[in-house]
């Protein structure tokens, strides 16, 4: 069975500060895949990453950054320089085969970021 | 840019009717899949569906919930008889296949179902 915890329930920071969100995941399958998702007020998830259980390499999109460990199990998500508009909910979820054919996703119970302007 | 679109986005309805949510898939993905978010909570997977069948559901998708895909782009979600906790975010996704590197499940904007 797969699992992800996020035992961040909300985390506020001001403007400009650097956020860390916490992920941390189990499975006992070697190929899985790992993603974040944001949540804005409006309800769309909206996707941000994915990597490969293969890929532990580091990953900065912009103000974004990822640390995929395995060692740790963990795949935390960095904001640097937060702004207003990175207010959300932020999932971390996994994939992995099911067994049954498909792929679901399993998703943590997310982390509510407020960025105070 | 292809994507994932539901309707209505927003249903009301009285305890006990039936109500079916819409989807429609990115047109050259295989992989469907229904998730729900109870306000406040976590997105939990409900089923997927693959070659006209469901190739898994969760413990959640019992026998008042049933999928189709009635005529090749529209996939639905119909809940027989609703009920009080049905009320939730009801999230479509499509994939271009089950594993391996194109993965990826693209979510609709959701449907807020509303049981009163």
């Known amino acids: 069975a797969q699992k992800v915890t996020q035992a961040q329930t909300e985390i506020s920071v001001v403007e400009k500060e650097d956020v860390t969100l916490d992920c941390v995941y189990e499975t006992r399958d070697t190929t899985y895949y790992l993603f974040w998702y944001k949540q804005p007020p409006s309800g769309e998830l909206v996707f941000l990453i994915r990597r490969n259980s293969f890929d532990e390499q580091n990953e900065i999109s912009g103000r974004y950054s990822w640390n995929f460990q395995k060692s740790t199990s963990s795949f935390n998500f960095t904001i640097t320089a937060s702004q207003v508009v990175d207010s959300a909910v932020y999932f971390c979820a996994l994939s992995a085969y099911s067994g049954a054919g498909s792929y679901q996703l399993t998703f943590g119970k997310g982390t509510k970021l407020s960025v105070i302007p | 840019e292809p994507e994932v679109t539901q309707t209505p986005s927003h249903q009301v309805t009285q305890m006990g009717q039936e109500v079916i949510l819409r989807c429609v898939p990115i047109?050259?993905?295989?992989?469907f899949y229904w998730y729900r978010q109870i306000l406040g909570q976590k997105v939990e997977f409900l089923v997927s569906f693959y070659n006209n069948e469901i190739s898994e559901k969760s413990e959640i998708f019992d026998d008042q919930f049933s999928v189709e895909r009635p005529d090749g782009s529209n996939f639905t979600l119909k809940i027989r008889s609703t009920k009080l906790e049905d009320s939730a975010m009801y999230f479509c996704a499509s994939s271009e296949v089950g594993g391996g590197a194109l993965n990826e499940q693209f979510f609709g904007p959701g449907t807020r179902l509303t049981v009163l």
């Open positions: 047109s050259n993905h295989l992989y």
